[in-house]
C-alpha cells in the first residue's frame, strides 16, 4: 500500500533528476562547443586563436576535402589531426579546386568544391564544415585557397566565381577557424573577390598567393588584403632571401607574413631547386623566418607528383612520418615551436 502511494512521488522525482542531468550535460556540451570556438584574428603582425598567440604553422593538405582515406569516419580523421598537432603543425592549408589536368594525387573532373554555376557541391561542403569542427576542437585552423592557377584554363566564368565567392563566404560565416587564400599562384581579380567576402563577412581573414616562388604581389592588393602570404624565394640561398623578402613585407605592411610553401622540396618540373634540396635547407628556412616574426606552410612534395610515386604515402595524405626527410624537418619544428621567439620588428 505505502509503496503504491509512494512510487509516484519517487518516480516523479526520478524523472525530474534525469531532467536535471540531461540539462546539465547539454550545457556542457555548449560550454565545450564555445571553448572550442577557435576564432582566428590578428593583431598588428601576429595570429591570435581565441585571444590567444597562436604559432600558425602549416602544412600543405590539398586533397583534404577529396581523400578517401582521411575522409572514412570522423575518429579517422580525428586521428589524423591529432598526429599533425603532435607534430607541430596548427594550420592545414586546403585547396578547394583540385581538378586540373597535372596528374597529382586524387586530382579529378569532379574534385571542386563549386558546381560551373557556382552553387556549393553539397558532399564536399559538409566534409570542410566536418573539418573545420574537427580543427577547431584541437585548436587548429584551415586555410583553404578558393581557386588555384593549377586550374585556370577551365576556370570558373567571372559571373560563376562571383557567386560561389559569395556562397561559401555565408555558409562558411558560423566557422571563425578558417581563412580564405583567394588564390594559389594567381592574382586575377583579387580586389573584387575580396570585396564579395568582405560584404557577406567583415571578420573573415582573407589573404592570396599572388604568383610562384618571389612573386611578392603589388602595393595595392598588399595593403588591403588582412595577411600576406606569397611563395619567396626557392633557389639559391633562400633561407637568406626570403628572410628580407619577409622582413621587408612585414616593415612596409604592418601585418602577418605567411611564407607560403618555403623553398619547395619538390621536383624541378613544378619550382623545385633546379640541384635538389635537403631536409636542412628547410629547417634553416623556417628558423630564420620565424626568427624575424613570420610564419610558414611546409609543402609536401607528395603534391607534385602522381599517385603511386614514392613519394606519396599509400594513404595520399601528407604524412610527417612517411619519409626521413620529412620526419627530419617536422622534429625540428616540433621542439624549435617550444622555444621560437621572433625578433623585433622595425615599424
Not at 619547395?264 to 634553416?284: A, E, M, Q, V, W
Amino acid at each position: 500500500m505505502f509503496n503504491f502511494i509512494f512510487d509516484p512521488l519517487k518516480n516523479f522525482h526520478l524523472r525530474c533528476t534525469q531532467l536535471l542531468i540531461t540539462l546539465f550535460l547539454s550545457s556542457q556540451a555548449l560550454q565545450t562547443n564555445a571553448q572550442h570556438s577557435s576564432v582566428i584574428a590578428i593583431k598588428d603582425t601576429r595570429f591570435s586563436l581565441d585571444e590567444k598567440p597562436f604559432e600558425f604553422f602549416g602544412i600543405s593538405f590539398f586533397n583534404a576535402l577529396y581523400n578517401p582515406a582521411f575522409n572514412k569516419s570522423e575518429a579517422d580523421q580525428l586521428q589524423w589531426l591529432q598526429k599533425f598537432k603532435n607534430t607541430g603543425i596548427t594550420v592545414l592549408r586546403i585547396w578547394a579546386e583540385w581538378n586540373s589536368s597535372l596528374g597529382f594525387v586524387d586530382v579529378a573532373d569532379s574534385c571542386i568544391l563549386y558546381n560551373r554555376d557556382g552553387s556549393l557541391k553539397p558532399l564536399y561542403l559538409s566534409r570542410l564544415k566536418r573539418l573545420l569542427e574537427a580543427t577547431a576542437s584541437q585548436n587548429m585552423v584551415v586555410e583553404i585557397a578558393l581557386f588555384s592557377a593549377e586550374s585556370k584554363d577551365i576556370k570558373l566564368s567571372d559571373a560563376s566565381a562571383d557567386k560561389a565567392v559569395e556562397n561559401i563566404t555565408k555558409a562558411l560565416k558560423p566557422y571563425r577557424n578558417i581563412t580564405f587564400q583567394i588564390w594559389n599562384e594567381l592574382d586575377y581579380r583579387t580586389l573584387d573577390y575580396y570585396r564579395i567576402i568582405k560584404q557577406h563577412d567583415p571578420a573573415r581573414l582573407v589573404s592570396n598567393s599572388p604568383g610562384g616562388g618571389g612573386t611578392l604581389g603589388n602595393d595595392k592588393e598588399n595593403s588591403v588584403l588582412d595577411y600576406l602570404s606569397p611563395h619567396t624565394s626557392r633557389h639559391g640561398k633562400h633561407w637568406e632571401e626570403a628572410v628580407e623578402e619577409i622582413r621587408g613585407l612585414m616593415a612596409k605592411f604592418k601585418k602577418p607574413v605567411v611564407d607560403d610553401e618555403p623553398a619547395r622540396n619538390g621536383t624541378p618540373k613544378f619550382g623545385g631547386p633546379k640541384d635538389g634540396s635537403h631536409p636542412f635547407d628547410h629547417i634553416l628556412h623556417i628558423y630564420n623566418v620565424s626568427k624575424v616574426g613570420g610564419y610558414s606552410i611546409y609543402h609536401h612534395d607528395m603534391f607534385q607528383t602522381g599517385k603511386g610515386s614514392p613519394a606519396v604515402p599509400p594513404s595520399g595524405i601528407p604524412d610527417p612520418d612517411f619519409s626521413e626527410y620529412h620526419k627530419a624537418v617536422f622534429e625540428f619544428i616540433k621542439v624549435h615551436k617550444k622555444y621560437s621567439q621572433p625578433e623585433a620588428v622595425t615599424k
